[in-house]
């Protein structure tokens, strides 16, 4: 093969690799199990999110206790950055 047709051919491989993985990604099949893996994962982030939220509501002490911490943590870390 010549120069300018190796150029035309690896140029055009992932063209085509990106249309025929399109095409795979659109037969009804693979729609139902990605619609199925997207359930499933909405279920569990909501369930952690709720878990988390009850956590938070239990705890507020805690939590309380661990935004100052940030807080300090974060002032401290600016006036250690400050030029003298």
Known sequence: MRK???DLVSRLIP?????G???LLETEPLKASVRSADRSVRRRTT???GEAR?????NGVWLAAGV???AVGVGLIVRATRPR
């Open 15 to 19: 063209m085509i690799a990106a249309w």
């Open 68 to 70: 100052v911490a940030l």
């Open 54 to 58: 009850q956590n938070a509501l239990d």
């Open 47 to 49: 369930d952690a999110l």
């Open 21 to 23: 993985i399109g095409k």
């Open 4 to 6: 300018n047709e190796s």
